[in-house]
């Protein structure tokens, strides 16, 4: 890795590091039903509920980072428009088939 004034020098970090804590791990259906809690019901949300959701993600932005945020959701939507189906999900699929 370089950094601005040469070279920095990064140590790996070890697991046996007591200061190190992993992750805990989650049973497999359990984060499965999480994630599906997560996409249910907003596949087929309007692009004005998806703009709310997007300018949640933003913390405290400022009017620049918002009409970037926002122009670039307008982007991707736009782009999924183009593939077929009839919401969000579907169309985000079928871009890697086609």
Known sequence: MIGRHGRVARTPVSPADPTVLP??????????????????????SSR???????????????????????????????WLETFPGEDWQTRWQLRRVL
């Open 48 to 78: 004005e509920e998806i703009m709310r959701f997007a300018d949640a993600l933003l913390d405290a932005p400022t009017y620049h980072e918002r009409w970037r945020h926002q122009r670039a959701v307008t982007r991707i939507l736009d």
């Open 23 to 44: 992750a805990p791990r989650q049973p497999a259906g359990r984060l499965a039903a999480q994630l599906s809690a997560v996409v249910d019901g907003r596949e087929r």
